[in-house]
């Protein structure tokens, strides 16, 4: 291979907030030579692809941002997505970070250059050679479509929820949405009352409780300024959020607060659904907490209406017409939503592009073979020099800021040592990922998913191994962990 030098110390792949938090991280410690590569036109990552109607934040926007920006121009407690890409905006312009952005351009590769200490980051326009690579690709990233029979020869409008076309006006129209999730949740109140006819095709119901979604006028926003008032604002919701799911999840044997959120549930059911039959079919048969719940004000109250019929008889086929279900039934539609979510824990989709290290291991290979694992979620034995902020074991569950902010501080630890020591190569040792994974198997039967009832959920937080890469944890915890974590357990090589 040619010794051509590195274009760029850092490279960092995606431009949503993990991109942009790392990238400020890393210029705060002097580590300014980065390269953002973003597939998109702009930033913003989830919040610039998902623009359904109704796409919305499901926790306080308090939590939803950085510690060190905290906006005091929420408009709402909790903000819509076209607020969040805004942040995002606010956030790149800012920081002076829109110049080191290369928009437009996907990663199609990237290979660990054993001889040189080197990441060769392939893209679509042209290779690009940094010393280190930072994954930011995200988890919710890769859209999934279902897995039934003739849902490409459908012959009306096809939309998936993560990839909204807003040239398509429902107004009128006879509506078919597969998929409860988290995103149906949001688009499905929002839409029913504008078509003709919406029929939901459910296939595992969701945990939905209400949301403390209330406008912010302006002496509300002003309050915020007052001091002292952001910071009891933010610890407020901090503990909220923990309590709704690290605590509430990741403690369930300790703290068995699922149970008394699935009779808050129950009760909010009877009390939004008139018909009981519905009522029914809308009522989860896992515990709260095996899958993502939902947080609306109007969903399921929106089963009450005459123009919205939900259906849970599987699927069988979709035909150019409609959806044909098991029953023999036939759904005439002219559009199809499809509410099926992304590829998550696959090997093959986090990261979003194949990523090769030392010695031409590839990363999905390492994960299929040894199941998914990563140091402290973040770094790989045999991946010199690559870190990926969302790795298996890193989240708790609560809000992705805390996340990105904890791993951005590990990696910002590690490239500081390098630089001090003067070393280009910086790897995990196997020893110290053995250890972390053993102590992740160790903790997790705390965990809310090995209930017998989480085998119902249909959840994407279960891998093909069966594993939830979860990090047992709170977010104190993994907050400190990475601002405590031995830097022993690397190796910092100047070869
Ligand atoms: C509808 C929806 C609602 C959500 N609500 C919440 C919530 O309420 N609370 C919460 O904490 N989290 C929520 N999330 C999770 C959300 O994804 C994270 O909060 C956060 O935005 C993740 O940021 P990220 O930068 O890691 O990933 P993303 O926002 O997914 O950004 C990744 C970026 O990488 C780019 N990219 C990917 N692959 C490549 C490639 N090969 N080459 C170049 N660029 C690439 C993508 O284009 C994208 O811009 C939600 C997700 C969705 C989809």
Redesign the pocket.
Known sequence: MSSRPPDHHTII???????IGTAILLDRAGLADHLI????AEPG??????TYPG?A???PSFS?QFSFEQSTRWSRTYAKGAELKAYAEHCVDKYRLRDRIRFD???TGAEYDDEQALWRVHTDTGTVIARFLVN??????VPKPPDIPGVDEFAGVTLHT?RWDHDVDLTGKRVAIIGTG??AVQVIPEIAAKVQQLTVFQRTPIWCFPKFDLPLPAPARWAMRVPGAKMLQRLASQAYVELTFPLSAQYYTVFPLADRAAELGRAYLRREVHDPVIRDKLTPQYAVGCKRPGFHNSYLSTYNRDNVALVTEPIERVTPTGVCTADGERHEVDVLILATGFKVMDVDSVP??PVTGAGGQSLGEFWSTHRLQAYEGVSIPGFPNFFT??GPYGYVGS??FAL?EAQGHHVVRCLQRAEQLGAHRVEVSAQANDRYFAEMMRKRHRQVFWQDSCAQANSYYFDQNGDVPLRPATTVEAYWRSRRFDLADYRFSAE
């Open positions: 792949v995606g431009a949503g907030f993990t991109g590569i973003e597939a998109g990552g989830t919040w610039y692809w998902n796409v934040v499901d926790i939803y351009t996907a990663v930011g690709s995200g988890v919710l990233t993560a988290a995103s979003t592009f902020v969302m809000s992705y990105i």
